[in-house]
């Protein structure tokens, strides 16, 4: 696609959106499960990487039930494995409201099976593994407590391709994350999203894949 036709498409949507904030790419944080108390949700967001923040949740609230025991094992064993990816993803997120995208969000357009996919995306750059893993660790809040397990470029991703084209997948970076203040439900702490590099707006996810 011309230059001069994405700034056109891009000039559009922010005259349309001006004035406003970006619909749809901002949802409260799910806190209903698995239901830790409010101390050790102040403790943890604060910092769900160190094992003295495990070690001083479970002394301010010793009476946990057993999902909640479980979710505090298990992020602390995840943040142990995945220490590197915990502390990226730690200074990544800074609200406390997820804001992953919809096709409303400056940098996305409908894809043709009405998905988001990435507006004049760009080739990859420099330095593309830490700073696509910043940018899915930072469209989550804090309360979610993201780790980053993985990332690489979205080429041979079938997903990406039957939703957004050739292009967008070869300009693409899915990172998976887990989000600990989910566990232990596999299904809701399993995090996997799509990234691209744009002109304006940096990196940033387009896609929830899981």
Same mark, same amino acid.
């Given at each position: 696609?011309l230059?001069?036709?994405?700034?056109?498409r891009?000039?559009?949507?922010?005259?349309?959106l001006?004035g406003t904030?970006?619909?749809?790419?901002s949802?409260p944080?799910?806190?209903?499960?698995?239901?830790r108390?409010?101390?050790?949700?102040?403790?943890l967001?604060?910092d769900?990487c160190r094992?003295?923040s495990?070690?001083r949740?479970r002394?301010?609230?010793p009476t946990l039930n057993?999902?909640?025991w479980r979710?505090?094992?298990e992020s602390e064993?995840?943040a142990?494995?995945? #220490?590197?990816?915990?502390l990226? &993803?730690? *200074? %990544? /997120?800074h @609200? =406390?409201?997820?804001?992953?995208?919809s096709?409303g969000?400056p940098?996305?357009?409908r894809?043709p099976h009405?998905?988001?996919?990435?507006?004049?995306a760009?080739p990859l750059?420099?330095?593309? #593994?830490r700073?696509?893993?910043r &940018?899915a *660790? %930072? /469209?989550? @809040? =804090?309360?979610?407590?993201?780790i980053?397990?993985?990332?690489?470029r979205?080429?041979?991703?079938g997903?990406?391709?039957?939703?957004?084209?050739?292009t967008?997948?070869d300009?693409s970076?899915?990172?998976?994350?887990?989000l600990?203040?989910?566990?232990?439900s596999?299904?809701?702490?399993?995090r996997v999203?799509a990234?691209?590099?744009?002109p304006?707006?940096?990196?940033r996810?387009?896609?929830?894949?899981h």
């Open positions: 696609m230059p001069a036709v994405c700034a056109l891009r000039f559009v949507l922010l005259a349309v001006a904030a970006v619909l749809g790419i949802v944080a799910e806190s209903a499960y698995p239901g108390p409010a101390k050790v949700e102040r403790i967001e604060q769900w094992p003295a495990y070690a949740a002394r301010v609230a057993l999902t909640q979710n505090l094992f064993r995840l142990r494995r995945y #220490r590197d990816g915990c990226l &993803a730690e *200074a %990544a /997120a @609200g =406390r409201l997820e804001r992953l995208p096709t969000a940098w996305t357009r894809g009405g998905d988001p996919c990435p507006d004049c760009l750059g420099t330095s593309w #593994r700073e696509a893993s &940018a *660790a %930072a /469209a989550e @809040g =804090r309360p979610r407590g993201p980053v397990i993985s990332r690489h979205a080429l041979h991703d997903r990406i391709r039957y939703a957004c084209g050739a967008a997948e300009r970076m899915v990172v998976a994350l887990s600990t203040g989910l566990l232990p596999a299904s809701l702490s399993e999203v990234v691209a590099r744009f304006r707006y940096g990196r996810v387009y896609l929830v894949l």
